[in-house]
């Protein structure tokens, strides 16, 4: 049996199971409800609602608890002093370590891309990443998942003022073509960069919307090509992508 940490407070911890079970039932509970639920006797369980609706953050009506507005307030507090990408951080950092691989993830800005956070791998590239780092949005996978947001005519004139050129001998330069990727992007909800950017290194990214479905960010995972086919990523990377996405614009939701 694995020993409980010493410093570990009973009270509290079956305090939170409490709070987490009050959470899963809107309408309420009983006293005797809760002490099986939660495995207590029902002192202990009359114990410990009475204390939260002492602290403020449960009410009582009649035979029943429920959870108050306070737990909320408190979320609200959290929230206002959490940004998108603190929140975003751990969902990448889930994706980083189940692939062993980079995760990154960028917003536009003009004609480039701005990474905003980014989770590395052990595995360095030439091409050195950081928060901040600027890269051309045409030839990146986060760049095509973000234009994939634009209108038709807004998304023709930023090509047409991006500083288009072949960065390796893979680089799609000619405007058109570009648009269409841009766009299959979007039918398909993400984009795989293959050797575009540099020589050796494949990127798959989807996209993140905010709660009216608008794309605000997007968040990838890179890769040496050599570790990696293209088929290999839409299979393994981009389920995990997505689950991550989703995951992300649950921050949408609190707002």
């Not at 570990?8 to 099986?36: C, H, N, Q």
């Not at 609602?49 to 959290?78: C, E, I, K, N, P």
């Not at 980079?102 to 905003?116: E, I, K, Q, R, W």
Request: with cysteine.
């Amino acid at each position: 049996m694995t020993e409980r940490p010493r410093d570990l407070v009973g009270s509290l911890e079956k305090g939170l199971d409490v709070l987490a079970i009050l959470a899963a039932r809107p309408a309420g509970m009983t006293l005797t409800e809760m002490a099986e639920a939660a495995a207590l006797t029902r002192a202990g369980a009359r114990r410990l609602l009475l204390t939260l609706v002492a602290t403020g953050f449960a009410d009582q009506d009649g035979r029943r608890f429920r959870l108050s507005l306070r737990l909320l307030t408190l979320a609200r507090q959290w929230l206002d002093g959490t940004s998108l990408w603190a929140y975003a951080e751990p969902h990448m950092r889930n994706v980083a370590a189940e692939l062993r691989e980079s995760c990154s993830a960028a917003v536009l800005s003009g004609t480039d891309v701005v990474y905003v956070a980014r989770v590395p791998a052990e595995r360095i590239t030439s091409v050195a990443l950081h928060v901040g780092t600027r890269l051309p949005a045409y030839c990146t996978s986060m760049g095509r998942v973000l234009l994939s947001g634009l209108p038709e005519p807004e998304l023709r004139d930023l090509l047409s003022r991006s500083d288009v050129s072949k960065l390796t001998e893979k680089t799609v330069t000619a405007r058109d073509e570009l648009a269409g990727l841009v766009r299959r992007a979007g039918e398909e909800g993400f984009a795989l960069v293959d050797e575009e950017l540099e020589i050796g290194l494949r990127s798959i990214a989807v996209p993140i919307r905010d709660r009216a479905g608008v794309i605000v960010a997007a968040v990838n995972v890179s890769t040496p090509s050599a570790r990696h086919s293209p088929a290999a990523m839409r299979r393994d990377f981009l389920p995990l992508l997505r689950r991550a996405a989703e995951s992300i614009e649950a921050y949408f939701a609190l707002q």
